[in-house]
């Protein structure tokens, strides 16, 4: 992967001071093009990551070794790496696209094989043989052998929707409560890395330094329209609050009809995806919770923080509330 950093966007202060242990996928190594775009992405933290021996066995010690040198902060897994990843116990970790029965999916690529990066070895080409897709067999029915309480929470599993390669999303639901879709595919792409993965990386990063930013609500029925569409530029907007704010989305609560309620979550899934998973809130008094600022399509004078009226004459559409956001830097 070709990484241009005049198109990445770049996050100076996450993960600023700490380190990452990249465990690339299967074929790959080191060089991978998304070791470059996570240094690209987070220029201030340290990306680690070293080529994974061919054999199983092999490579699982090495990155249990790898862990006890490094110490990282954080840990992100993709494919055969998310494999190995969730077996590094002990850290905080992302799991993308885990490739969970990679014995099944090698089994697809019998024989000669090139690695898709250089390695420090310099092997280029490699056999999958019967006896290696046993051994990869073998390693995966260690997966989700140790976890516990506090595991369960120390992992995020990301799954791309149209991934043709690995689906494991409900297996990995099984063990682990926080499995998220994207939309996308197998590879990790820069667009999927910034709208997806950074937003996790910074909750992670928010929670191991205690970091509490403001609290923005914004009322559900301001991000669509009456098409059920998002609305103009929302996204924009959406993106542009959670790199300072803790923002949550505002549902009605419905007693009568829960189905409306498992829709609008759906809705959130659909347009906001990962960054908004676990932050729909139902409740029919807006104004009792408690936060520093509530968009919504309504004055709500009883709100104990700042109220922000969208539609009316001073917040006309979302560009005017980006613009009022923009000059709060962060406030």
Known sequence: ????????????????????????????????????????????????????????????????????????????????????????????????????????????????????????????????????????????THNFASVTDEERGRVVGLFGDADPIVNTFDLFLEHYPTAIRFHGEHRLTDKIAIHYLVPIIRYIDDCQSGKERPVVYIDIETLRDSYGKATASMHKAYEMLIENYNVYVLAPQSTNNPQAMVDDVKWVEEYLNAPAWGRVIFSNERQLQYGDYLIAPEAQPEFMGTTIEWGSDEFKTWEEIITFFERLCGQ
Do not use: W
């Open 1 to 140: 992967m070709e990484v241009d950093n005049q198109y990445v966007k770049q996050y100076p202060d996450l993960m600023s001071g700490k380190k990452i242990m990249y465990v690339h996928g299967f074929g790959s190594s080191a060089q991978s093009g998304t070791v470059a775009m996570l240094r690209t992405l987070l220029p201030n933290a340290t990306v680690v990551a070293r080529d994974i021996p061919l054999h199983p066995q092999e490579g699982i010690e090495m990155l249990r070794q790898m862990c006890e040198e490094e110490k990282p902060d954080l840990i992100i897994g993709t494919s055969m790496g998310g494999m190995y990843t969730e077996m590094l116990y002990g850290y905080d970790r992302i799991v993308v696209n885990p490739a969970f029965k990679m014995g099944d999916t090698m089994s697809k690529f019998t024989g000669k094989q090139v690695f898709q990066n250089p390695r420090q070895d310099g092997v280029q080409e490699f056999m999958v043989t019967k006896g290696l897709i046993k051994e990869y067999q073998e390693m995966t």
